[in-house]
């Protein structure tokens, strides 16, 4: 053992004295108000945009023990910096913040973490600050609970039958094996199933892009898993309305995005609609917003909570109930029209009729199979009921008043940005909203001007639009494609493994089977479920109980994990898998990084324990499986990654995408790598010592981008992706395609229109024209929640301590079932029943409870009662025309838990193994 190690285990700290002093600490940085385990959370005061008085602890955080222990005392000597390295450390969960961190090794451990420092922070020039869940990434990689050596299932054998014992998954015990012995069960049993049932007895749950892809595709292929995920709705192919997909490349413009941020504060207004970065996408999407509130510009938010991010902002509260946000935006277009005719200067003409096709009957397409319009269907032409205010209030909850002053401030005389994430898009029956805030935004002609845009405000460009100024290259491996294109959508896919069948429609509008086709009924023995490391099918995808279910059915299910994930709890075999920490790449990190900046973080420790990459994996047992594993991978992660950081390029205003990176031969001697020497505008040395290219802005610089200007300006030079080039309000496709897909029966118009969905506000009601409630009278949306991100760093003790596991439920609902802070709840519906302790607020619309997303389920087998709270057990198999996965408009009941209280899940004990 290294005298550091010796020295901290020596050190007497207990872990609880080591984990209140570093809550405290992480609680702080995430603005919030907690002790310990406490169940409240409380809004501090809205910060200036300011980071000076920040700068000094922003940089290096040593999470120190509590107050308690005297540091003197603990035995531990100081660490000076000089007695190890700095290491740019991967922060890879797919938040959206895309943050630099960095770790110090001292003797082969992580001592401390920073975030960055390679320049003065500056508004125009800022730092990458990591967040809470970054800085607490070292439990994530470094963790006790990690997945230490390979694993078997006690009662679990080959051969498929009796032998699997499936009953016994999620409860069954583990036995210790060796990797010649997990190889050899995994490629015995990877080659049976082919061997008996073909291609389509293996579910490759992965979402088909994961690393098993390469392996399975080679070998003839498997059913693949695609989800409409964080997109929703916008997957139906936005770019046929004129939306290109959000993307980066060289030359792809984020048309989905908005302005460049140094355009936000040129709006009068920001209507923020869903977003809420403070807890989803943390890292610099706030400190734009803040900048441009500094300067004046007011905000909005529209939502069925007053979130973290409104409060930070001092916006605007404009109450919309989940699922309902096409009524609301359809009230909205009524109340602009009627506006306009009293007053003038509220609805953009010339835009729509210059831009725009289908608004009114002038502007319909020629071709158009139904001759409405858009306006005339808002007016009540065709159905007799005008979408007036009082009409969205009964569905939308919201006031009429406010839909009002909403119409006035969006219209054209205003300077308005409107900026969505996707909330509003993952809804069952929400496949009229892309075009109908698409619309909204057009009636007021807020596109292609400085100050006005509609579009996302999503992810790691939320805030920050245009195109990507760095770019990584590419790793020289070819995206490996299923041969047999069988695509069966996430709300299917337990159904599909229980029942022998499913309805491939395609992959959505990015598959690489060319987006959506005819329906095709698949049949299939679905005798294996392939689990790498890339994902958390059984816990994001809708229906965990029915994937229990199905995972206890198969023959064997095979996972790479490196903590007891729900995906490796319910399987056979656990490969031990490495963290990006560990490994020589991580291509995830950098292909995700922000606008203005790309990451490249390095390998920060030696492999833990036996954990092997997914690369090391899959090669391995391609050749177990009688592949030549040159064919599933051509060369190395080594090779991978050096491509990708050679290939990279930055904009350069008057030459385009030019090379990043200068390589000379003495750098690829040391990489170990074939490459061939090039000039570019940093050495690859100082990139990787740095672990973030980050060009520098200024206000009104060559950059500054403002969405869809070019097309505005002229509109025949510079057409959209839609058939006739312009924004389509009226478009026969969708309306088509929606029809042909063959999932429910609900009528789509070829414009924006009311639906009832097939779950949603109005199936709350047994009776909705006497406003009877049913047997689960409550919506329930999943917000992305402060300590995880998704389903990742659920299992991190620090953040356990600093953010609790809530449901949050409105002080009215709550006080009706006699429901205080703290109590334990019960929440249920005809899928699933789950445990959460209260969180009671004011900020909640009544009828409406929130779950936040991402909780591990912890099923107990008598009752059927998951004490882990996750949202999926609640989210059942079950979707609307698209296949899209509708996270935010289920319906529930809830009641105070009449069994023992959940204790906090920070007292919980990690899922540690130690298996013989």
């Given at each position: 053992m290294s005298k550091l190690l010796s020295q901290l285990t020596g050190s007497g700290i207990s872990r609880r004295d080591f984990l209140k002093g570093s809550a405290a600490a992480t609680a702080a940085l995430a603005g919030l108000s907690l002790t310990g385990c406490d169940t409240s959370i409380q809004e501090t005061a809205a910060p200036s945009s300011s980071r000076e008085t920040a700068s000094s602890s922003a940089q290096e955080t040593t999470i120190a023990p509590s107050a308690e222990v005297a540091p003197e005392k603990s035995g531990v000597e100081f660490i000076d910096e000089s007695q190890g390295k700095w290491i740019p450390a991967a922060c890879w969960h797919n938040c959206g913040g895309r943050c630099l961190n960095k770790a110090l090794v001292v003797d082969g451990v992580v001592i401390r973490q920073k975030t960055d420092d390679t320049h003065p922070d500056t508004p125009e020039y800022p730092q990458q600050r990591g967040c809470l869940r970054g800085r607490a990434q070292r439990q994530q990689c470094l963790g006790a609970d990690r997945i230490k050596y390979p694993l078997k299932r006690k009662h679990w054998q080959p051969g498929g039958g009796e032998n699997a014992h499936g009953e016994l998954r999620g409860i069954d015990e583990w036995e210790r094996i060796s990797w010649d012995e997990a190889f050899e069960l995994a490629a015995g049993e990877i080659k049976r199933i082919y061997d008996t049932y073909g291609p389509t007895g293996v579910l490759n749950a992965g979402y088909g892009t994961g690393q098993n892809a390469r392996l399975l595709n080679n070998l003839g292929g498997s059913i693949s898993l695609w989800d409409t995920a964080s997109h929703g709705t916008y997957m139906l192919n936005s770019p046929n309305l004129g939306l290109p997909h959000q993307g980066v490349g060289p030359g792809v413009v984020m048309c989905l995005s908005a302005n460049d941020r140094f355009d936000l504060k040129n709006s009068e207004t920001i209507v923020l609609y869903g977003c809420n970065p403070a807890w989803a996408s943390l890292g610099n999407h706030c400190y734009y917003y803040l900048q441009a509130k500094e300067a004046g510009t007011k905000f909005v938010f529209v939502g069925p909570s007053y979130n973290f991010s409104a409060s930070l902002l001092e916006a605007k509260w404009i109450r919309?109930?989940?699922?309902?946000?096409?009524?609301?935006?359809?009230?909205?277009?009524?109340?602009?029209?009627?506006?306009?005719?009293?007053?003038?200067?509220?609805?953009?003409?010339?835009?729509?009729?210059?831009?725009?096709?289908?608004?009114?009957?002038?502007?319909l397409p020629e071709t158009a199979k139904v001759r409405e319009c858009f306006r005339d269907y808002v007016l009540g032409e065709y159905d007799g009921i005008p979408k007036t205010a009082e009409w969205a209030e009964k569905i939308s909850g919201t006031p009429p008043e406010d839909i009002r002053w909403f119409a006035e401030a969006i219209g054209k005389e205003h300077k308005v940005s409107l900026l969505h994430s996707f909330a509003a898009a993952r809804n069952m029956g929400a496949e009229d909203f892309p075009q109908m805030l698409m619309t909204t935004g057009a009636m007021g002609g807020h596109y292609g001007k400085s100050g006005h845009s509609c579009g996302a405000a999503f992810h790691s460009m939320a805030g920050n639009g245009g195109p990507s100024l760095v770019m990584p290259g590419s790793t020289g491996i070819e995206f490996s494609v299923s041969p047999i294109f069988h695509y069966v959508a996430a709300p299917?896919?337990?159904?599909?493994?229980?029942?022998?069948?499913?309805?491939?429609?395609?992959?959505?509008?990015?598959?690489?089977?060319?987006?959506?086709?005819?329906?095709?009924?698949?049949?299939c023995d679905i005798r294996m479920i392939y689990h790498d490391d890339s994902g958390a099918t059984l816990q994001s995808c809708l229906g965990i109980m029915e994937g229990i279910k199905a995972h206890r059915k198969v023959d064997f299910v095979l996972t790479h994990a490196y903590t007891l994930t729900t995906n490796a709890k319910y399987s056979d075999l656990i490969l031990p898998a490495q963290t990006q920490w560990e490994k020589t790449s991580s291509y995830f990190n950098i292909i995700y990084s922000g606008r203005d900046f790309q990451i490249y973080p390095s390998k920060v420790v030696e492999p833990m324990y036996e954990a092997k990459s997914d690369y090391e994996i899959i090669y391995t047992l391609a050749e177990k499986v009688g592949l030549d594993p040159k064919k599933v991978y051509p060369f190395d992660e080594k090779q991978q990654y050096f491509n990708l950081i050679a290939g990279s390029t930055v904009l350069d205003p008057q030459k385009g995408y030019v090379p990043l990176v200068t390589v000379t031969e003495e750098d690829i001697k040391e990489w170990g790598v074939e490459g061939t020497p090039q000039e570019g505008r940093i050495p690859i040395s100082e990139l990787m010592e740095k672990g973030i290219y980050q060009v520098e802005r200024k206000e009104d610089d060559d950059y500054f981008f403002i969405a869809y200007k070019d097309f505005v300006a002229d509109p025949e030079a510079n057409p959209l992706p839609s058939a006739s080039g312009k924004f389509e309000i009226y478009n026969d496709w969708k309306a088509d395609t929606l029809s042909m897909l063959g999932r429910g029966d609900t009528v789509f118009k070829p414009y924006p229109s009311y639906t009832v969905p097939v779950m949603g506000y109005e199936t709350t009601f047994s009776d909705w024209e006497a406003q009877k409630k049913g047997e689960y009278p409550f919506l329930c949306y999943t917000p992305h929640y402060l300590r995880r991100s998704h389903t990742t760093l659920n299992n991190v003790p620090w953040l356990r301590e600093a953010a609790v596991n809530p449901v949050f439920i409105n002080a009215a609902d709550a006080a009706e079932k006699n429901i205080k802070d703290g109590d334990t709840v019960l929440i249920y519906n005809r899928f699933g029943k789950i445990l959460r302790n209260a969180t009671v607020l004011e900020t909640l619309m009544p009828g409406v409870i929130a779950l936040p997303h991402g909780s591990w389920v912890d099923l107990d087998e008598e009752t059927g009662i998951d004490h882990g709270g996750a949202d999926n057990v609640l989210c059942g198999p079950i979707t609307s025309n698209s296949g899209v996965s509708g996270y935010n408009n289920y319906n529930v009941n809830f009641e105070k838990y009449s069994g023992d209280a959940l204790i906090p899940d920070c007292e919980w004990p990690q899922r540690i193994i130690e298996a013989e």
């Open positions: 919309v109930r989940p699922g309902t946000d096409v009524a609301f935006l359809l009230a909205v277009a009524y109340e602009m029209l009627k506006l306009d005719e009293t007053e003038g200067n509220v609805v953009d003409w010339e835009f729509l009729s210059r831009c725009c096709v289908g608004f009114t009957p002038e502007t299917d896919v337990w159904k599909a493994v229980l029942e022998g069948s499913f309805m491939d429609t395609g992959m959505g509008s990015s598959g690489a089977a060319g987006g959506y086709h005819e329906p095709i009924r698949r049949e």
